[in-house]
């Protein structure tokens, strides 16, 4: 499986973006997916994961109430709603793929990723 990630873009503190991950070459109904990201000069870190039908959802505690993931099979696409967007959001966002049953939030868990997309959130 290929995974696409689109909707970054620059948006203003208190804003709203949706991301977007759309996955080619095979299905992702058996994948457990996740966003991830890598602030400026900080490791990447866990953002939030999905189930295989959507009935787990985690989230990093530091978007929790403002960011939803979801996901739709039939569009094999995965998406992150981000709300309440603060300048810490700042960037580069991955959607990533894990074959097996269990959400994680260990990104050595997911063994396919996109490329990124970069989320800039000025003051």
């Known amino acids: 499986v290929q995974l696409q990630a689109s909707g970054g873009g620059l948006v203003q503190a208190g804003s709203s973006l949706r991301l977007s991950c759309l996955a080619s070459?095979?299905?992702?109904?058996?994948?457990?997916m996740g966003w991830f990201r890598q602030r400026p000069g900080k490791e990447r870190e866990f953002v939030a994961a999905i189930s295989w039908r959507g009935g787990m959802r985690i989230y990093a505690e530091s978007v929790k109430g403002r960011f939803t993931i979801a996901r739709d099979n039939a569009r094999n696409t995965v998406y992150l709603q981000m709300n309440s967007l603060k300048p810490e959001d700042t960037a580069v966002y991955y959607c990533?793929?894990?074959?097996?049953?269990?959400?994680?939030?260990?990104?050595?868990?997911?063994?396919?990723w996109g490329q990124g997309t970069q989320v800039t959130v000025s003051s």
């Open positions: 990533a793929a894990r074959e097996g049953l269990n959400v994680s939030r260990r990104s050595a868990d997911f063994g396919v």
């Open positions: 070459g095979r299905t992702i109904t058996n994948y457990v």
